[in-house]
């Protein structure tokens, strides 16, 4: 079990911040959440992740090496065109099985619970909303992130343009039933808007993100708004080793997608 702490609690230190890959020490903290805390769970290696070996978070480098290797093989666009198509394939796991029902016991309790992605928004070839991919991805499996924002309508967060990389187009962080879609801005930045957006106060946040950099803007936040923080960055993922690939077997697996969609 990997558990390590940074910081501590007092009144001169509002923030703790935990690593590890451990479920049973997450679901301990998570129950102390009540009516007061803000829980926000980031999505991908947090809630949910990918089963195929070219998506699995213990591939992200030689991944990032594969995509341009794909980039030359059939160009820029027509690699966008075969990854969202396999982006709308390829299945998700739940990363941590008792989540879910985690998430209803503190919905019953009456905590607020907030999901706060990376995800890009707005259109992206044929796809009018590409945030809708996440969406679809959630509704898989048994959660209802709406329940704690029924009264809240969708945000546009317009005061926050950002643009797409290797595209001139601009794109806004958008909150929706209960999911921010943060355009890869800062989490602790967009966190801000939104709860300057709302009426409601909290007084303790707990934050569950796989990066360290987001756990980071989550304290720096919390230190901004004298708001005490529990930062957990979760790192199961890194657990999932069978899908471990060298970079010569995903070339190997995109020559294969290439082929079946007639570009060569």
């Given at each position: 079990m990997l558990l390590l702490f940074f910081g501590g609690c007092s009144q001169t230190e509002l923030v703790e911040t935990i690593v590890t890959d451990n479920d049973g020490v997450l679901h301990r903290i998570l129950e102390k959440a009540d009516k007061n805390t803000l829980v926000i769970f980031d999505c991908d290696e947090v809630l949910i992740t990918p089963t195929d070996t070219l998506f699995s978070p213990v591939n992200e480098d030689n991944y990032k090496k594969a995509i341009q290797y794909l980039n030359k093989k059939v160009g820029f666009s027509r690699a966008d065109d075969i990854l969202i198509d396999i982006r709308k394939r390829y299945k998700f796991r739940l990363l941590n099985n008792g989540l879910p029902k985690i998430v209803?016991?503190?919905?019953?309790?009456?905590?607020?619970?907030?999901?706060?992605?990376?995800?890009?928004?707005?259109?992206?070839?044929?796809?009018?909303?590409?945030?809708?991919?996440?969406?679809?991805?959630?509704?898989?499996?048994?959660?209802?992130?709406?329940?704690?924002?029924?009264?809240?309508?969708?945000?546009?967060?317009?005061?926050?343009?950002?643009?797409?990389?290797?595209?001139?187009?601009?794109?806004?962080?958008?909150?929706?039933?209960?999911?921010?879609?943060?355009?890869?801005?800062?989490?602790?930045?967009?966190?801000?808007?939104?709860?300057?957006?709302?009426?409601?106060?909290?007084?303790?946040?707990?934050?569950?993100?796989?990066?360290?950099?987001?756990i980071r803007s989550i304290e720096r936040f919390c230190k901004k708004n004298n708001i005490e923080g529990k930062c957990i960055q979760y790192k199961k993922a890194e657990l999932f080793n069978k899908n471990k690939a060298n970079l010569q077997e995903l070339e190997r697996e995109l020559n294969k997608i290439i082929d079946s969609h007639g570009f060569n």
């Open positions: 209803k016991k503190m919905q019953t309790r009456g905590v607020s619970i907030l999901v706060l992605t990376s995800h890009w928004t707005g259109e992206f070839h044929n796809i009018k909303s590409v945030e809708d991919l996440r969406k679809n991805e959630l509704n898989q499996f048994d959660f209802d992130f709406k329940k704690s924002w029924n009264n809240v309508d969708k945000i546009v967060f317009y005061e926050l343009p950002t643009k797409l990389p290797r595209y001139n187009v601009t794109r806004y962080p958008i909150f929706e039933n209960g999911i921010i879609f943060a355009c890869n801005l800062d989490k602790g930045d967009v966190l801000q808007k939104f709860l300057n957006r709302i009426s409601r106060k909290f007084d303790k946040i707990i934050f569950v993100d796989d990066k360290m950099k987001n």
